[in-house]
């Protein structure tokens, strides 16, 4: 075995060592409880959301918000789409679905739902499509959504948009200045199914055992190596401050870290 050949086999070896006590370590000697519940946190357009009502939903969009730096206006039925009546004289389509439905990123008058009312309204078609996109929510959470809010606005039709993560569990909206989740904490409550000493994690290990997918390794890998590596929690912490121009973990609201499930 030449020179650099024995080299690569030693990083190798190293390497495999490294990650083995990680593991190790991380499984049979770190106090960190293992969260119970697999919810991420979204960080997306905090202002045009509130924390919901109805149980299973976590959280929804806040009516008649607006967004001033995207120029995203929410209706009064919490939907991303022009102000609607019960009262109907067309056939109406309501299209549910996450933030591919939502578009944080698209022009209002750019929403497929918007170009495919369009496209029908040029053929002479009487139609009237609705957005009911919400970012970071799943099959069941849209359901829910239906049921608690638009079935009120006699849909004709229901489109439920699918992508490959909304088998998943659901996600928590970041919700600055929330007063309802700072009287749960104040009072001490924690997620149901977590351990006693959960309430007693500092910010930074809540935030690592929770942490949104940093890396696009997939949700089931993700998890599992937040469950088992304290290197790649630390490395996902580190992510996570750069892409959200965090200086100070700390420093954020601490209705982040503590939620009522």
Request: some cysteine.
């Amino acid at each position: 075995m030449n020179e650099k050949m024995k080299k690569i086999s030693y990083l190798i070896y190293l390497t495999a060592l490294i990650f083995l006590a990680d593991f190790v370590y991380t499984n049979y000697f770190e106090k960190l409880p293992r969260l119970q519940t697999e919810i991420y946190l979204q960080m997306l357009n905090p202002s045009l959301h509130q924390r919901a009502q109805a149980e299973g939903l976590f959280y929804e969009l806040r009516p008649n918000a607006v967004n001033q730096t995207d120029n995203v206006p929410i209706n009064a039925y919490g939907m991303r789409d022009k102000a609607v009546s019960p009262k109907k004289d067309r056939f109406r389509v309501l299209v549910l679905g996450d933030s591919i439905t939502f578009g944080p990123e698209v022009k209002s008058e750019e929403l497929f739902t918007e170009v495919a009312e369009r496209i029908l309204d040029g053929k002479g078609r009487k139609v009237e499509i609705l957005n009911a996109g919400v970012c970071g929510y799943n099959t069941k959470q849209e359901y829910i959504a239906l049921r608690e809010h638009y079935l009120k606005l006699k849909p004709d039709l229901v489109i439920f948009t699918y992508c490959t993560d909304d088998m998943s569990d659901p996600a928590i909206q970041y919700l600055p200045d929330d007063y309802a989740q700072k009287k749960l904490i104040a009072k001490g409550i924690t997620p149901k199914g977590v351990p006693q000493n959960y309430r007693d994690l500092s910010k930074i290990q809540y935030l690592s055992v929770v942490l949104p997918n940093q890396f696009g390794l997939g949700y089931e890998i993700d998890r599992w190596l937040l469950g088992n590596s304290g290197i790649y929690r630390a490395l996902s912490l580190l992510r996570f401050k750069q892409k959200n121009k965090i200086k100070d973990l700390q420093s954020l609201p601490d209705f982040l870290f503590s939620y009522d499930y």
